[in-house]
């Protein structure tokens, strides 16, 4: 069980010039259910499914690792790769923005990311309703 309603992590800037992905958005729901959008300049696609429970206690355990929303002091140079990770339960928001590399050095936000980076991966590619394990299994049916 998770203690959060909504979980948001984005990255990428859709306009950037030397962004080959454009920009990234994952929201994940209590109960597993995922909403993925991706947009790069231009153009939009978007689709959903299921998180197994598996990955859901995953992602939690991930947060709570991190310290979510605690961060270290760290600076963010120009032209980063901005990363932000919004949770969202009864009690409000809480949202922290990093530098994607830097947070590939803390751990939980490390396997945030490497997570992150997998599902969205698998995502774009297309035909993805439910990731599962570290694998991803895929559907031909809609969302």
């Known amino acids: 069980m998770v203690d959060w309603k909504t979980l948001v992590i984005a990255i ?12 990234e958005v994952l929201q994940v729901d209590a109960g597993g259910g995922f909403r993925y959008e991706h947009r790069h300049q231009g153009e939009v696609s978007a689709t959903g499914g299921v998180l197994d429970a598996t990955m859901l206690a995953a992602l ?3 947060l709570k690792e991190a310290g979510f929303p605690v961060l270290p002091q760290q600076n963010i140079p120009p032209g980063s790769s901005l990363m ?8 409000g928001s809480q949202s922290v923005w990093l530098d994607y590399h830097a947070a590939m050095q803390l751990p939980g936000y490390r396997e ?4 992150f980076e997998s599902w969205t991966k698998a995502l774009r590619a297309g035909g993805v309703t439910q990731l599962a394990g570290e694998r991803t299994v895929l559907s031909s049916r809609e969302p």
Do not use: F
Request: with cysteine.
């Open 12 to 23: 990428g800037s859709e306009w950037a010039p030397d962004g080959a992905v454009g920009r």
């Open 60 to 62: 939690a355990a991930d």
């Open 84 to 91: 932000e990770i919004r949770r969202s339960d009864d009690a």
């Open 112 to 115: 945030l990311c490497v997570r």
